[in-house]
Every structure is written in structure tokens, then in C-alpha cells.
């Protein structure tokens, strides 16, 4: 007999269909955001094109570098003594500038500051001033205080020093509004003024930035003084351009390389300047920090067979031990010094609390007060290098309204209003190709520049010493190389340009690289997902904002810098603006100022709504 056993009907659930996650609004704003940017990528793309790089004609023109070279022979230098005097002269006036800026960015800055600013108008009027320090350029302010004070080293002074504040004011300001208000709100309230709550509780925080933000600039500043030789402030830069106007070139790369070499030094100095000040070793990449970084390890290793602090601590442990059993076995401890014979009489300790608060004079507080001496002593010695007329700054306010109505009503005098349109749009292809072509340099030589991009530790290396080299040729000097190859034109400036931009963007990228989140990186690698699949994943997409915000100050820049750019040749407005300040138009300087001026707001307040949007 078989038993047939029937199945249980098993009912149906029924199952209710599962919904879609909801899909992330995009905003307008967010949408003409990417459009922008896709716009100014077709924008680029044609200004290349415009540009009319032809790598074939270059390789067909180095017959001219071939005839260049064999022209200049061997590198030429000046005599020593006058090399030294020359270089001191140009260290001097970069300093004291930079240090001119740095004072007068301080009340700039408090007012830009949304913290610390007494309310909205004086905000936007800071604000304004940063832009128009940075958009004015240096050459043009040189051009103006020649005239006033006539050739010597306070026209160079001044004009780096105004131009700077532009970007040191707008750091600082960013720096303060980055504090901490704990403590400038418990200045506030014991009824602290308000500059008492900016040295107690803004200033202190604040200082170790603003520091790095000055010897930055003061880097930037030595390399911008080339270009102001050219407009008669003394120094080596002036006398390059003698060198090359006079096609005396062996004596004019003589002067390029002490300059290269001047840079690379400043920025080793720099970081150990940092160092020393901040107390705290250099975190960046740069060929300075490494070597700052690399000197203090050595001197730790040479301290490091020293007694251990805690042998000191097990020492000082045991001693003290041995005193309390002295003490628990009734037995007075002898009286080993006049403190301790103090202490077995009864008699009060003489140390006061004022004693126990003053600050020891410890290595390190020596060795930090020695620096600052040093430090105060550079800068007197850049004073009296300068050998500045102080008179002057008294007496020239009477020659200002002579010279102010040459400059006004802007004018672009023989010039046809089209032709200086033209010139200007010459000037934004330039910048436009130059930000394509260096963001596709940079985008390869910073991610292989990268800790957590890099192959090997030898291809991160290699990249980051191709950085510090390109970082260190002034832009100038690659575009009078370049105009030697390919020729007076805008592909000269473009390249130039190029060039040396990969040294800031790629040095920029790779910072930013390496600051992104490790967690992405590690769960696409545990997934079996190779180093270009990481890269393409996770590292790329969190460096996407920063890299957005490094290429528009690369574009702001370069705008700038291919004004400049056009007075060797490289083609733009900048020829114009050269010609005109040598023929002494200066209505049509003002004119092209102002071309200048409205082309770089727009760029800036264009980044400024990029970087809202995208943050």
C-alpha cells in the first residue's frame, strides 16, 4: 500500500514592486554651471586652433635655435663683484616689496573678512581693492611710478608691493574667516577692544598662514622682476634685457641662469624659514621642503643616541623614590643645595609665580630668537641695499596731478578700436589655449606626481623634480626662448605659458590628489579593480572640485601673464601696451588697463560662482 502524500499548496505572496531610489534633483544653476564649462572647453579648443601650433613648422624651424645657439656661444657672466651687487639689489627689492604688501594687506584684509569686517560696504570695498591690486598689472604700476620718481629701485619697490596685496589680502582674509571665534569671543566678552580681540584672538591663530602666504609671494615676486626690468627698475632683470636688446646673448642666458638658481635657492630658504618660525616641519612637496624635511631628519637620527626621555623620566622616578623612603624612615635627607636647605628649615620656597611663568631660555627658544634676528637683519640690510630716497615720498604728491592727466581720458590715441578688441581677444586665446594645454599636462604629470597615484616611488620623484625645475624658469625667459624657435606670434606665448604652468597646476593637482579620501581608493582596490580603475574611480572624481577651482585660477592668471607675455613679443595686447608707454601714450596704457581690468572681474567673478556652485 503506498501512501501518496500531496503537496501543500503554497500561497502567493504577493510582492509589492520596490521603488526607485529617488534620483537627485539638479538645480538650474548647477545645470548652466556645466554648460559654462563645457563653453569654455569649445572656447579653448578653438583658441587653439586659432593659435596655430604647428609642432611640424617648430621642428622645421630649429634651424633658427641651431643658428641662436651657435651665435651665443659660451654663457657669459658679469664681473663678481658686480654680479653679487646686482643680485643683492634684486634680493632687496623683492623683499622689502613683499614686505610692503604684507603690512598693508593686514587692515585690507580685516575689512574683507566676513568675521571681523564692520559691516557689508566696507566688505565689497576691500573685496574691490584685492581685485583691482591683482588685475592692475605690476609693469603698469612700475611704468607709472618711473614717471613719478624716475629710474632707482623705489618704482620696483612700490609696484610689487601693490600689486601684491591682491593676493596676500585675499589670503589673509580667507584666513580669518577660518578661525576659531571661541577665543576672540572670550576677548570680546571681558571687554577686550577690538584690536585687542585681533591680537589676542585673531592674530594667533592666523599668523602660521599668513607667514606661508608671505614667503610665497615673496617667491612669485622674484620671478616676477624680470619683467619689471624691462620698464627700468634695477636689478638683474634690467640688465638681462640690455643684454638681449643689445644681442649680447651669451651674457643675457648668463643673467637667466642666476635667476633660475636665485629661485630655486628662495624657495629652499622659504621652507626653512617656515620651519623655524611655525615650528613645525614643511608638509609640502616642493624642492625647498623636501630638503628642509630631509636636514631634519638627519638631525634627528644624530640626536637620537641621546638618553631617551623616558631613561630620564625612570632616573628621576627612581631618585624620587629613594628621597620618600628617606622621608617614611624618619631620617632627614641632607641638604644638597640652598633649596633643599630652605625646605629642611621651614622657611618658604623664594620662588614666586612670576618666576614659575617665565618662559625658560631654552635651545629651541634660542635657537628661535637667533633666526629672528637674522631674519630683522636681512630685512635692514634690503633697506640699506636699496638705498631708498625717503625724501621722495614726501616731495612727489606735487608731480601726481601732472602725471595723473597724462594718463587721463583713456584713449586709444592712433589706434582703431577694433584693433585693440582684436588685441585683447589675442590676449584671452592665448590664456584660454595655454589653460588647455597645461591642464592636459598637468592632469598626467601631477596624478603620476601623486603619493597614492604614482607606480613607483622613483616615477613620483621624477615628477615632482620636473615641477620644481619648471617652476623655477620664469615665464619671460621661456617665451625668449620660444620667440628664438618659432618666431615673434602668439605660439611662442602660448607655449610659454604652457610650460611654465605646468609647474603650479601639476604641483597644485598633486597636492590635491593626495588629499583625497583613502576609503573610496581602498574598498575599488579590494574589489580586484586595477591602479588606473582606482585612479578613474575614486581619486579623480573627489580632486574634480579642486581641479576646477585650480584651473580658473590658472585661466586668472594667465591672463594676466600673457599681458605681460606681449611686451617681449609674444604677441596680445601687450604689444600695444608696451609701445604705447615707449611713445608715452599714456591714455592708451589707461585704455588698455581698463580692457584688462573688466576682462579679469569677469574671470574672477566667473570662478567665484563656480566655486559656490560646485562646492
Keep these: 500500500m503506498s501512501i501518496v502524500t500531496e503537496r501543500p499548496r503554497t500561497t502567493e505572496a504577493v510582492v509589492a514592486p520596490v521603488a526607485a531610489p529617488p534620483r537627485r534633483r539638479v538645480s538650474p544653476e548647477r545645470v548652466a554651471a556645466g554648460l559654462t564649462l563645457v563653453a569654455l572647453l569649445i572656447a579653448s579648443v578653438v583658441a587653439l586652433r586659432s593659435v596655430d601650433i604647428d609642432p611640424a613648422r617648430m621642428l622645421q624651424s630649429w634651424s633658427n635655435a641651431e643658428r641662436f645657439f651657435g651665435r651665443v656661444g659660451a654663457i ?5 663683484g658686480e654680479l653679487l651687487q646686482l643680485t643683492a639689489l634684486t634680493l632687496g627689492l623683492v623683499i622689502c616689496g613683499t614686505l610692503l604688501a604684507a603690512v598693508l594687506s593686514v587692515p585690507v584684509a580685516v575689512l574683507a573678512a566676513s568675521n571681523t569686517s564692520p559691516g557689508p560696504v566696507w566688505r565689497a570695498a576691500a573685496r574691490f581693492v584685492t581685485v583691482l591690486a591683482r588685475a592692475v598689472p605690476d609693469v603698469v604700476l612700475a611704468m607709472v611710478f618711473v614717471l613719478l620718481f624716475s629710474l632707482g629701485t623705489l618704482p620696483g619697490i612700490l609696484a610689487i608691493g601693490l600689486h601684491s596685496v591682491g593676493m596676500i589680502s585675499k589670503l589673509f582674509a580667507d584666513a580669518i574667516e577660518q578661525i576659531d571665534e571661541g577665543p576672540r569671543t572670550a576677548v570680546r566678552a571681558a571687554g577686550g577692544t577690538r584690536l585687542q580681540q585681533f591680537t589676542a584672538g585673531v592674530l594667533p591663530q592666523v599668523l602660521p598662514s599668513w607667514v606661508a ?28 634685457s640690455f643684454a638681449f636688446k ?41 624642492l625647498g621642503d623636501r630638503v628642509v624635511r630631509r636636514a631634519t631628519r638627519r638631525r634627528g637620527a644624530a640626536t637620537s643616541a641621546a638618553p631617551a626621555p623616558e631613561a630620564v623620566g625612570r632616573a628621576s622616578t627612581t631618585a624620587t623614590s629613594a628621597d ?15 633649596d633643599d636647605a630652605t625646605r629642611a628649615s621651614g622657611a618658604p620656597a623664594p620662588a614666586t609665580v612670576a618666576t614659575k611663568l617665565r618662559r625658560p631660555w631654552d635651545r629651541a627658544r634660542v635657537r628661535t630668537t637667533t633666526w629672528a634676528a637674522v631674519a630683522a637683519a636681512v630685512v635692514v640690510a ?91 624658469v620664469p615665464e619671460v625667459i621661456l617665451a625668449i626662448v620660444l620667440i628664438v624657435v618659432t618666431g615673434l606670434g602668439t605660439q611662442a606665448g602660448t607655449l610659454a605659458l604652457a610650460l611654465g604652468g605646468v609647474g603650479l597646476l601639476g604641483k597644485l593637482l598633486a597636492d590635491s590628489f593626495e588629499e583625497v579620501s583613502s576609503g573610496p581608493e581602498r574598498a575599488l582596490a579590494a574589489t580586484g579593480a586595477t591602479r588606473l580603475q582606482v585612479y578613474a574611480g575614486a581619486t579623480l572624481p573627489q580632486g574634480t572640485r579642486a581641479l576646477i577651482g585650480h584651473t580658473f585660477y590658472m585661466l586668472d592668471t594667465n591672463i594676466r601673464a600673457a599681458t605681460l607675455l606681449g611686451i617681449v613679443g609674444a604677441g596680445g595686447v601687450g604689444y600695444y601696451l608696451l609701445n604705447a608707454s615707449q611713445g608715452s601714450n599714456y591714455g592708451t596704457v589707461t585704455a ?24
Design 324 to 338: 620618600d623612603a628617606t622621608r617614611a624612615s624618619g631620617t632627614p635627607a641632607p641638604a644638597t643645595s640652598a
Design 382 to 472: 634690503s633697506i640699506v641695499v636699496c638705498d631708498i630716497a625717503w625724501s621722495e615720498l614726501v616731495t612727489v604728491w606735487s608731480g601726481v596731478p601732472a602725471v595723473a592727466v597724462q594718463f587721463w581720458p583713456p584713449s586709444f590715441g592712433s589706434y582703431e578700436m577694433s584693433t585693440m578688441v582684436d588685441a585683447m581677444g589675442e590676449t584671452v586665446a592665448i590664456a584660454l589655449a595655454a589653460t588647455l594645454l597645461t591642464l592636459v599636462a598637468s592632469i598626467v604629470i601631477g596624478s603620476l606626481a601623486a603619493r597614492n597615484v604614482a607606480p613607483s616611488r622613483g616615477v613620483r620623484g621624477g615628477m615632482r623634480l620636473l615641477l620644481v625645475g619648471i617652476r623655477g
Design 592 to 615: 588698455i588697463v581698463l580692457m584688462i581690468l573688466v576682462t579679469v572681474l569677469a574671470v574672477e567673478g566667473l570662478a567665484m560662482w563656480m566655486r559656490r556652485v560646485f562646492r
Design 76 to 80: 657669459e657672466f658679469p664681473p663678481l
Design 213 to 240: 602666504t608671505v614667503l610665497h609671494r615673496n617667491d612669485i615676486n622674484l620671478r616676477g622682476s624680470v619683467i619689471l626690468g624691462y620698464v627700468g627698475v634695477v636689478g638683474l632683470g634690467m640688465e638681462m
Design 246 to 286: 643689445s644681442l649680447d646673448y651669451g651674457l643675457g642666458l648668463g643673467y637667466a641662469v642666476v635667476i633660475f638658481v636665485l629661485c630655486v635657492v628662495m624657495e629652499i630658504v622659504s621652507s626653512s624659514v617656515r620651519a623655524v618660525m611655525l615650528g613645525t616641519a614643511p608638509t609640502g612637496r616642493g
